[in-house]
C-alpha cells in the first residue's frame, strides 16, 4: 500500500495527529491516505501498550500516600514519596483530595464536639418547651427592632436548658426574595463572645455574633432543616432539627 | 486507683457496652468520654485481640458508612457502601500493628486514621477503575483485567510487575530529555505540550517533545527483547 501523495507525514506529524495537535494539512493527509491511517494506528497501539502497562506504575500506593499525609512514614519513605510529589499531579491531587475529606468530616457538628468536649466545655442540647402547636408560655420579647418585623401569624419558639432560653422567630427575608431570616434571643448567658452558628447536612451555612442584650440574626436562608449552635468560651448549646418553612414557621423537626 | 488501670481492670465486654454507652452519648451532644473507646481499640491493635476488634466493627460500623458516603469519589465507584467499609476496616487492621499503636495517643487520632483508610479503600477502587478503562482499549493489547484483579493483593503484584517494566524501559534511555518525555507521556500521561509547558528549560519547543518521542519510540519498536516483554505480559 503506497501513499496517496508526497510528502509522506513521518512519525513525529502521526504523533501529533494522534494527540489531536497536527497542522491541518497533516490531518487531512492522514483522513485520505490509508496508508498513512495504519501507521497512525499502529504508532497509537504501541503508544497504548506502553500507557497500558507504565500509567502510574511508581506512584505510592493510596494507603502509603495517606500515612504520608497523617505524618506515619519513616523519613526516609516520607522523602521519597515527597520527591515523588513534586512530579506527580495525580498523587498531588489524591492528596489534596484526602485533606479535603478528612477537614469534611472534621468540620462536621460531631467533630467539632468531641474537641470542645475535650477541651472541658459544656455542651448543652436546648429542648423546645415552647412554640406554634405547644401553648403559650411566658416568654422573653424579642428585640423590638426584630419584634416589629415579625409576622403576626409567625409565632417564635422558645428553647430551654440550664436556665438558659433562647427564642427563635423566622420572618421572610427583607433582602432576598424566597428566602427567611432567623431572629434570636437568648438569655440566661453571658451574650459577651457567644457566636450563632447555623449548620446544615454537616456543612456551616452562616454565622452571627450575639449583641450585648443577646439578640443575632441570620438571614438568606431557604428552606430546610438546621442546626443551630450558640457557643462561647465556656459553653455550647444546641438547637437540633430545627426546620424553616417556606412560609417562614420554625419549628422542631422529628429526629431522622 | 487511676482511671487507666479501671478500664484496664474491666473485663472486655464491659468496655465495649461502656464505649457504645459514651458514643451514644456523643451523638445526643452531651458530655462523654472517650477513653474507653480508645481503649477497646487499643485492645483490638495493641494486644492484637480479635474479639475486641469484633466489637470496634460493631461500633463503628454505621459511623465509618457515613464517612464512605461522604466521600466525593463513592458514587463514581458503583460499589456498595459496605464493601468500602469492609475494605477500610481490613486496611487499618492489617497496616496497624502492636508497635505502630504508641504513635497514636488517642481516640480522634485512631479515628482520623480509620477515615484516611476509606479514603483509601476508594481510590483503589477509583485507580483500579481507570486502569480498567486503560486495559479495555482494544488496542491496548492487553485482556479486561477481571474483577479478581482489582483486589488489593492483585493491585500490589500488579504495580510490582509494572515498576518492573518501567525499569527495562528507563535502561534504554539515554539522557534526561528521553526519560522526561517517557515519564510523562506513558506514566503520568501527559501529551507533548503539556510536557513542554511543564519544563520549558529542557525543551525548545513542543515539536522537540514530538521528536524525542518519536525516536525513542522507534528504537523501542525495534527491540525485540522488549516485544517479547510486552507480550508476555499480553
Known amino acids: ?51 497500558a502497562r507504565l500509567y502510574r506504575a511508581l506512584c505510592p500506593a493510596p494507603q502509603e500516600l495517606g500515612e504520608y499525609h497523617l505524618g506515619l512514614l519513616p523519613p526516609e519513605q516520607a522523602e521519597a514519596v515527597t520527591r515523588h510529589l513534586t512530579e506527580c499531579p495525580h498523587c498531588a491531587r489524591e492528596i489534596e483530595q484526602l485533606a479535603g475529606y478528612t477537614e469534611k468530616l472534621a468540620l462536621s457538628v460531631e467533630s467539632s464536639l468531641l474537641e470542645r468536649v475535650r477541651e472541658g466545655v459544656r455542651v448543652l442540647v436546648a429542648k423546645l418547651v415552647d412554640g406554634p402547636g405547644i401553648g403559650a408560655m411566658g416568654r422573653p420579647a424579642l428585640a423590638a427592632a426584630h419584634a416589629g418585623t415579625r409576622g403576626e401569624e409567625r409565632e417564635p419558639c422558645l428553647y430551654e436548658v440550664d436556665g438558659i432560653q433562647i427564642v427563635i422567630g423566622v420572618q421572610p427575608d427583607d433582602e432576598r426574595a424566597d428566602s427567611q431570616a432567623i431572629l434570636g434571643l437568648v438569655t440566661g448567658l453571658d451574650p459577651r463572645q457567644v457566636k450563632a452558628e447555623l449548620w446544615q447536612a454537616n456543612r456551616l451555612v452562616a454565622t452571627a455574633l450575639v449583641d450585648e442584650l443577646g439578640n443575632f440574626a441570620i438571614s438568606g436562608l431557604a428552606p430546610g432543616r438546621y442546626e443551630l449552635s450558640l ?13 424553616i418553612g417556606s412560609q417562614g414557621r420554625a419549628y422542631q423537626g422529628k429526629r431522622r | 486507683m487511676s482511671h487507666a488501670a479501671k478500664q484496664a481492670s474491666l473485663c472486655l465486654e464491659d468496655v465495649a457496652q461502656r464505649c457504645a454507652l459514651e458514643t451514644d452519648r456523643f451523638f445526643r451532644h452531651q458530655d462523654y468520654d472517650p477513653r474507653y473507646c480508645f481503649e477497646l481499640l487499643r485492645r483490638a491493635i495493641a494486644d492484637r485481640c480479635q474479639r475486641a476488634w469484633d466489637f470496634v466493627y460493631t461500633q463503628y460500623q454505621p459511623l465509618v458508612t457515613s464517612w464512605v458516603r461522604r466521600h466525593a469519589a463513592f458514587a463514581s465507584c458503583h460499589e456498595e457502601a459496605q464493601y468500602f467499609v469492609n475494605r477500610a476496616f481490613e486496611k487499618m487492621w492489617a497496616a496497624l500493628t502492636p508497635a505502630k499503636f504508641d504513635r497514636f495517643p488517642d481516640l480522634k487520632s485512631l ?13 483503589d477502587a477509583a485507580r483500579a477503575t481507570e486502569r480498567a478503562a486503560l486495559l479495555a482499549r482494544p488496542d491496548a493489547g492487553i485482556a479486561l483485567a477481571d474483577p479478581e484483579a482489582t483486589s488489593v493483593e492483585n493491585q500490589a503484584l500488579d504495580r510490582v510487575q509494572r515498576q518492573a517494566f518501567w525499569k527495562e524501559i528507563s535502561a534504554r534511555l539515554n539522557n534526561d530529555q528521553e526519560r522526561q518525555v517517557m515519564y510523562g507521556s506513558f506514566v503520568l500521561g501527559m501529551k507533548p505540550r503539556a510536557l513542554y509547558e511543564g519544563s520549558p528549560d529542557m525543551f525548545r519547543d513542543v515539536t522537540e517533545v514530538y521528536r524525542v518521542k518519536e525516536n525513542v519510540l522507534a ?4 527491540d525485540d527483547e522488549l516485544a517479547r516483554l510486552l507480550l508476555r505480559d499480553a
Open chain 1, 1 to 51: 500500500m503506497a501513499c496517496v501523495s508526497s510528502p509522506e507525514p513521518d512519525d513525529q506529524a502521526l504523533l501529533a495527529y494522534i494527540d489531536g495537535e497536527a497542522e491541518p494539512e497533516v490531518q487531512s493527509h492522514v483522513e485520505q491516505c490509508p496508508r498513512c491511517r495504519q501507521r497512525a494506528q499502529q504508532l497509537a497501539a504501541v503508544q497504548h501498550q506502553l500507557t
Open chain 2, 111 to 123: 479515628l482520623r486514621y480509620l477515615q484516611m483508610c476509606v479514603h483509601s479503600a476508594i481510590l
Open chain 2, 219 to 222: 528504537r523501542l519498536r525495534r
Open chain 1, 231 to 243: 457557643s462561647g468560651p465556656q459553653i455550647e448549646i444546641h438547637i437540633q432539627d430545627l426546620e
